[in-house]
């Protein structure tokens, strides 16, 4: 099936691209290149900071020119064989300088604050610097809907008066005041569909993909619209909030030890190193290992939440079962992962058990759709 080896294509790129920048960071450290490149631009300037910020930019795009081969096969060539990019090469280009310009713009004064954090608070870092995370995490989440997504798609409310009054009227059904609903052009990329529930506060919103309007009924994308709304009504962005400051403030910790107990291993001596902060990464990267899993493990629970949520508030399984099948096949998604990758890698249920969850909850509940429906699928 081209679905399945797609997706394997995908993964296998995925995991290759992830051992070998572990070994190559582990090579950086252990052969003294790290040291090298430090102190190599202290003669340039004394400044930490400014150290911090060439090595990081030197490092960064070497990595880049190393795994361009493997990223542009995974995003733009295998995407183009299985017919899912409307992407040309020139605007593959533009996308990604627009993309590293803004994870610049955003992350090099998250760098420079973690550097100052180091500095200042020395083994309590971790504590401080969780804490300054979770208050960027919560800013960047409403500024996200409004200035970072708009540099990437046009964003704009959506036409149709009669799609926009359900989906308002599903939004107060689970609590939730909509201004608007929104549409993106989600088609100048790709020709997969998706739409999201976005934003905290005042800048939440509902947006969909042109994809998704111009090529499902009414009815399934109520369903969609349902299924990301019972995040918000069943708690789950509070739920993934406080999940995911827990975690971040477990594994800061952990890293500090880790990282601290081990500098010596790569001949340093202090924490402050800017050539030793590439361990971070070592260890970060093993402790995702094991966080992987776990995280993915509440986020299928909580799909499988948001599903019954969409069934109750519709009151339509089999036209939420049609758009399921049917963003399946347009995404290309692999049915019937193998149990494994699906536990370890998944954040979502495979197609085939939502599927099979959604016909038990509708026949437990004796939620059953409209019988024109019914006699239209047989």
Known sequence: ???KKYNNIKLAISISETVLLFILTFLFLSSGYSKVLSEWLYTFNQSDYFVLVLFTIITGLAVSIIFFPMNFYSSFILEHK???SNQTLLKYFIEGIKSTIVSGLIG??????F???LKEFGDNWWLVFALAMFFISVILSQLFPVVIFPIFYKVKPIEDEELKER???????AGLKVQDVYSFDMSKNTKKANAAFTGLGKTKRIILGDTLLSSYTKDEIETVIAHELGHYKKKHIIKNIIYGTLNSFLIFFVIS????STLHWFGFSSITEIAALPLLTLWAMLIGLIQTPIGNMLSRKFEYEADQYAIEATRKPLSFIQTLNKLTDQNL????PHPFIEWFFYSHPSIRKRIA???NFANKTGIAEESHLQEQMI
Do not use: C, H, V, W
């Open 82 to 84: 299985y017919n899912l």
């Open 333 to 336: 998604g692999d049915r019937e």
């Open 167 to 173: 989906i308002k009227t599903l939004a107060i059904q």
């Open 357 to 359: 969850a959604i016909e």
């Open 115 to 117: 550097y100052f954090i």
């Open 1 to 3: 099936m081209n679905s």
């Open 108 to 113: 090099i004064p998250i760098l420079l604050l």
């Open 257 to 260: 030890i880790l990282y601290k």
